[in-house]
């Protein structure tokens, strides 16, 4: 090996070390985020079906909502990675003003959807009690909006300045704190009313505050914050980064919110093949979603770290960063691949005991396990592009990916239309890795146009 090579490969190992310590934390804040919504479903389920079906449904009206404006506020993650890139702590502080001024105006906004989703409810024809049950509990969730909004603004800041671990910290110390408040409140314990399944929400609207409460301690505590006087004046309206947040934030928040709409799609288009098909379905559904964590959490590092380099007009290190991203998220994805083929019976063994479920959740375990590179690499070029704060155009190509190519080739496949022989759910997962597959080509594509042009806008 020549001293270039070995150059480079020094200068990948040191990026892939950057980016496994600024995701690790991310990884297992999102994986305690995940769990709260776990053990809300447990708790509420041992207290009653009625209540568990009912959780299930709220959190289907719950999801989206809170993706949106995570989704939205990854804009402000990008935009704060470039300005400490730059060293500009001035607009930094313009950052998290106006992000917290969207927040004021998103949560009401929220709030109203998830109080008047009975209508919607009642499209679904549940029992009366069952569909009184998921409108408080959305009621009772939506008290924890706007706290839940604030912090997603104050991780944000964290993330975008490159402090992980403290969010990590903050989401551990919630999941923590929300099982007790779960308890105390579904099963009237410790002078609390006996609120069933209804408790779950007003447990995680208290830890969406908590979590708020923990970020204002943090913000001002930590010296790289405290050092920023983030509240040294009154907040007020600078059209200019407000209209900027709104720009970027609005197309990921939009590409967040086509992923869930297009599971829950599938989910219907899947309904009448039966009980059994559904229950793998759903298997599969269920183990995609665990092992998403892990790209989306190097994706996340890796718009971060981009992101300041481009700020700081370190064009080619920011490149070097998205490639060792890309390489990460190859050997992470590979290897959850692999790890699934090779357990598919045993993973689905562990959701249920009845064969026909194992054996059609086996059978869509290998879709799942392919599926696994191309949405890994979709996530990463999308990563990317936002360190590039390009959003509109990867929005564009997840809706013609997703909607033009995942769900009528699925349902195609399924159902045997045009002549093709029917393959029933795994017409659907072939369906998506086809639609991955495709936007993980185009994205990366568009990745480098515009890595390109940014290269040779800044080398003249």
Known sequence: MNKAENSSLHAYR??????????????????????????????????????LAAIAIGQSFWLPTL???????TATTSLIAHAFGANKTSTIKALFGQSLLWAAILSPLGIVLLNNASPVIALLKLEPELSQICADYLTALSYGLPGGAAFLVMRSLSEGMGKTRPVMLIQLITFAT?????????????????????????????????????????????????????????ISLQAAVFKRICALGVPIALTFLAEVILFSIIALIIAPMGTVVIAGHQ??????????????????????????????????????????????????????????????????GLYSNNDSVIGIASSLLVFAAIYQIPDAVQICMASALRAYQDTRIPLLVVLFAYWAISVPLGWALSFGKFGLTPLGAKGMWIGLVCGLSLAALMLGWRYIIISRRAMTAHQS
């Open 14 to 51: 040191h990026e892939a070390s950057k980016l496994l310590t600024l995701s690790a934390p991310i990884l297992i804040g999102q994986l305690a985020i995940t769990g709260m919504g776990a053990t809300d479903t447990i708790m509420a389920g041992n207290y009653s079906a009625t209540d």
């Open 67 to 73: 993706l949106f404006l995570v989704g939205f506020f």
């Open 178 to 234: 929300n099982i007790p408040l779960n308890y105390m409140f579904i099963y009237g314990r410790w002078g609390a009313p006996e609120l069933g399944g209804v408790g779950c929400g007003y447990a995680s609207a208290i830890a969406l505050w908590l979590q708020c409460l923990l970020g204002l301690l943090l913000i001002n505590k930590h010296s790289i914050f405290r050092s920023l006087q983030l509240f040294s004046d009154r």
């Open 283 to 348: 298997i599969a559904l269920s183990v995609s979603a665990l092992t998403f964590m892990i790209p989306l959490s190097v994706g996340i590092a890796t718009t971060i770290s981009a992101g300041q380099q481009l700020g700081a007009q370190r064009q080619e290190q920011a490149n070097l960063v998205c490639r060792t991203g890309l390489g990460l998220i190859l050997i992470t994805s590979s290897t959850m691949m692999l790890i699934i083929l090779w357990l598919k019976a045993d993973v689905a």
